[in-house]
């Protein structure tokens, strides 16, 4: 079966630190694999997606980059985290395009000071 | 934009009844409708998933329903009890890498 891993679960930095969140996926090869970031009572916001190795698109311009170094390895980074980059951040997946359910991991909750 | 709206913030109900919870969207419809189940501080789990051409889809104590004449779909939980309580989102998917999600209803059952 396919399993989903995202960490660390918590995090607190400081104002202009950078940032590496990472988001693995086991069980499944070429998945399709998304960063959103949820604020509290707010939607899910995507952030990124990759459809394959090195292949990243991104859909809000902030200070956030993705990166796809693996099939199954999805990694969030900062050069200077902002307050307004707190929330909670989950990394999805789903098989292709013929599959639309999305599969979620437990979840990142960075808080920046 | 495409703008998502989810009935309530929070509803209540009692155990035993049916909860329904409404999501409506403006602009055009999207080929399909997902629902989520959200526990708090945990990652959203798949529940159904609904087309445009369909018009009810049932599983166990859960029916969603899709119309895309009033751009609504609900989400029904029939029975309901304490352990339904979380929030659900609804999902619009557009097909490819376009979906957008809503912000959420927060359902709790009262026993």
């Known amino acids: 079966s396919q399993t989903i891993h995202q960490w660390p679960a918590t995090l607190v930095q400081p104002v202009g630190s950078p940032l590496s969140l990472e988001c693995t996926v086991e069980?499944?090869?070429?998945?399709?694999l998304y960063w959103y970031r949820q604020a509290a009572g707010r939607g899910l916001q995507l952030l990124f997606y990759?459809?394959?190795?090195?292949?990243i698109s991104s859909e809000v311009p902030q200070n956030l980059s993705a990166s796809r170094p693996q099939d199954r390895q999805f990694i969030l980074s900062s050069k200077k985290l902002l307050l307004s980059d707190s929330g909670f951040y989950l990394c999805?997946?789903?098989?292709?395009?013929?599959?639309?359910?999305?599969?979620f991991g437990p979840g990142t909750r960075l808080t920046v000071t | 934009s495409q703008k998502i709206e989810q009935n309530s913030e929070a509803l209540n109900i009692q155990e035993g009844k049916t909860a329904t919870l409404t999501c409506n969207y403006t602009n055009y419809s999207p080929a399909y409708l997902q629902w989520y189940r959200q526990d708090p501080g945990r990652g959203p789990v798949f529940l159904l998933l609904i087309r445009e051409n369909e018009k009810e889809k049932r599983k166990e104590r859960l029916k969603v329903t899709f119309d895309t004449t009033l751009k609504q779909s609900l989400f029904h939980i029939t029975a309901s009890q304490p352990a339904d309580s979380a929030t659900y989102l609804c999902?619009?998917?557009?097909?490819?890498?376009?979906?957008?999600f809503g912000p959420g209803t927060r359902l709790s059952v009262l026993p």
């Open positions: 069980g499944t090869s070429n998945p399709n």
């Open positions: 990759s459809v394959g190795i090195g292949q």
């Open positions: 999902a619009l998917d557009y097909g490819g890498q376009n979906f957008v």
């Open positions: 999805a997946w789903r098989p292709g395009l013929a599959s639309y359910e999305q599969y």
